[in-house]
């Protein structure tokens, strides 16, 4: 038989006593046999894990790090656990890194008979803080509990992160904080505030907890993904900095947030979920994926991964935790899973023209960056938005919502408001138009087209309206649209001559087309004799009613966007368009999309629009038209619902 000591690789409980199934052997917390501890002379070698039996699902190693004294070496024992058997352990959220960035393996910690684990300097500090003196501590730290050479090993035991945290008896949040001399932040006497300080003596020290708790949410491991869900997640939090310690109950976190919002800050999102923790769990994944994305990691593929554990598992498994695909896979997959959770094409909204692909071939240029996404992201996020200080944590600016979602309801005419999704690994080629009536899935393509895409190709149904004419570069006037204070464009107009009107407000003149009365509006035009002076005058009947409305929401909305003409109506957009631009109704998205040709069926966003009367410029509720139906116009084809592609 061989002697060789069994390292206990599958601890179960039965009876209350904890048995290794390898060996049969009783496992007690004792002190470490002496030969643990008087290493001998010999160089020490890298440990060798054991390999991890997936087979049950939720196994992963524990650290059992050994007692001694602050100047003692560090010491520890691998064993691996089943966590459903629910084993006894604590979990450690920490950053690998110091402060100045260090994330070198410059420090080591000993494990088995002279073997040892390289960690970083921050790591070993972490250790050394929460290290017993006479008793061992069992606890899981992924520096130590992850063979972090072994890919595989990462991709699993990151998805059982959620589990580990929320399963631990507690989490210890440790931090280092040696930027300050102590006279300047005293933590003993913010962490006595926070947890017992009265009403009275809070308001006395106000300033004292401010301060120190803005330069304590400077640090880095709070803008951190990988925290977000190791704190959010924990049943019981301890904060740790510089050996002093902070139990975060609920009455604490309420303190925390009455004091960020007394002084008009927001928390960073791993203190303002576990704020949310009692009363909510974080499943929205538009609100999950801005939480991760405006925070900051090493790998950028983590800022997804990190996030996972709060979707639904119905849609988390559209995100593959794969460390093997580049990073635009992985955010490629986030934004369909957003696509598929949210059964609707708003994202589109945000894609298009960004100065970088100005500065590119359009046909090359990435159709959704990073910045727009997170802009999608932050505005998709139910939570209600707080307010930030420069002093506390860098916040992404947003910017304003790009555009006016003009359909609304659940069905207009042909056009859906809900979609069904269906992935496949490449696009087979453009079906022919289809039949208004027909409903059929948007089909994306799993396989990137361009590799710095994330914003997957697709087909799907859409609804041609119009096309565009002229921009604003042909148009006299057209920029005098934004200028205008509201209520003052047209005042007056309605009450004088339409002749003397026309005069004094010039910068309409390309505008007064599109709004002239016709035999096709609903809208009662005035008496005979008023019509037929105007038409000899060569001026027409113009409904002062829609152009005061269409002015006053391009005041409101086109700021930054420019105007165009279209063979039927007006619109502005953001820049990019040009003439012979179609403007296309695309089923599950809200706004009208100018989009750019490039093939039969086959098109790239330019921007999403604002037209003018958008649904009843076709022959979707006829009778209802208040377009140019000029004689010498291309009126919209007899069939206008087609399938398109789009990159």
Same mark, same amino acid.
């Given at each position: ?18 048995? =290794? ?21 010999? *160089? ?78 921050? =790591? ?24 972090? $050479? ?84 924990? *049943? ?40 949310? @923790? ?38 988390? $498994? ?63 996020? @139910? ?9 506390? +944590? ?123 009365? *016709? ?12 019509? @037929? ?19 006053? *929401? ?14 039927? $109506? ?50 979707? +509720? ?26």
């Amino acid at each position: 038989m061989s002697t060789r000591r069994c390292r206990h690789p599958d601890i179960r409980k039965f009876d209350g006593v904890r048995c =290794c199934l390898a060996c049969g052997e009783a496992v007690f917390d004792a002190p470490p046999p002496k030969s643990s501890i008087e290493e001998t002379q010999s *160089t020490p070698t890298p440990y060798e894990y054991a390999t991890l039996n997936y087979r049950l699902g939720q196994e992963v190693r524990l650290c059992e790090l050994l007692p001694g004294e602050p100047t003692d070496p560090l010491q520890c024992e691998i064993i691996h656990v089943n966590l459903e058997d629910l084993p006894d352990y604590e979990a450690v959220s920490y950053t690998w890194a110091s402060e100045d960035g260090d994330a070198s393996l410059s420090r080591s910690i000993r494990c088995g008979h002279n073997r040892y684990i390289p960690i970083t300097a921050n =790591c070993a500090a972490v250790l050394c803080q929460l290290r017993r003196r006479g008793l061992r501590r069992r606890l899981w730290v992924d520096a130590v509990s992850i063979n972090q $050479s072994n890919v595989n090993e990462r991709n699993h035991q990151v998805g059982l992160m959620d589990h580990v945290y929320s399963q631990a008896r507690s989490v210890r949040i440790c931090i280092e904080d040696q930027q300050v001399p102590p006279e300047w932040i005293d933590y003993r006497q913010t962490f006595r505030l926070l947890q017992n300080g009265s009403p009275a003596e809070i308001d006395v020290n106000t300033d004292l907890l401010f301060r120190s708790l803005v330069h304590l949410l400077s640090l880095r491991y709070f803008r951190r993904a990988w925290v977000i869900q190791e704190v959010a997640l924990a *049943t019981t939090a301890y904060l740790l900095v510089n050996g002093d310690e902070l139990l975060l109950t609920e009455s604490v976190m309420d303190r925390v947030d009455l004091l960020a919002w007394r002084n008009s800050f927001q928390l960073p999102g791993v203190l303002r979920l576990r704020w949310k @923790a009692n009363q909510m769990r974080l499943t929205d994944i538009a609100a999950c994926l801005r939480a991760g994305l405006d925070s900051e990691c090493t790998d950028p593929r983590d800022k997804v991964f990190s996030v996972l554990s709060f979707v639904d598992l119905q849609f988390r $498994s559209l995100i593959a935790v794969d460390y093997s695909l580049e990073v635009e896979p992985v955010y490629a997959n986030a934004v369909l899973a957003v696509i598929s959770t949210r059964r609707n094409l708003d994202i589109l909204s945000y894609v298009g023209w960004n100065e970088a692909a100005l500065a590119v071939d359009w046909r090359t240029s990435p159709a959704l960056t990073m910045d727009q996404f997170k802009h999608f992201l932050a505005h998709e996020d @139910a939570r209600e938005p707080a307010r930030s200080s420069s002093q506390l +944590i860098r916040i992404s600016e947003w910017g304003p919502v790009r555009s006016l979602k003009q359909f609304e309801g659940e069905e207009i005419g042909p056009w859906r408001a809900n979609l069904e999704i269906r992935t496949v690994d490449e696009l087979e080629v453009v079906p022919n138009l289809v039949h208004k009536d027909t409903i059929t899935p948007v089909i994306f393509c799993r396989r990137p087209h361009n590799p710095t895409n994330i914003l997957p190709r697709f087909q799907v149904r859409a609804h041609f309206i119009d096309r565009i004419q002229q921009t604003n570069a042909h148009i006299t006037g057209s920029r005098d649209l934004f200028t205008r204070k509201p209520g003052t464009y047209l005042q007056g107009m309605e009450s004088m001559d339409i002749n003397l009107a026309h005069q004094q407000f010039p910068e309409y003149a390309w505008l007064l087309p599109c709004f002239q009365r *016709t035999q096709c509006t609903t809208q009662p035009v005035k008496s005979d004799e008023q019509f @037929a002076s105007h038409e000899q005058d060569g001026i027409p009947e113009i409904d002062v009613e829609d152009l005061s409305l269409f002015v006053e *929401t391009a005041i409101q909305h086109g700021d930054g966007k420019d105007t165009f003409s279209t063979v039927h $109506s007006v619109g502005f957009a953001r820049h990019g368009f040009k003439p012979g631009d179609e403007i296309w109704a695309i089923d599950g998205a809200r706004a009208p999309f100018i989009l750019r040709s490039i093939g039969a069926k086959t098109y790239r966003i330019v921007s999403d629009c604002y037209l003018w009367a958008a649904l009843e410029l076709d022959y979707w +509720i006829p009778g209802t038209k208040k377009g140019r139906w000029r004689e010498e116009g291309t009126v919209p084809e007899e069939e206008q619902t087609h399938i398109i592609e789009i990159f």
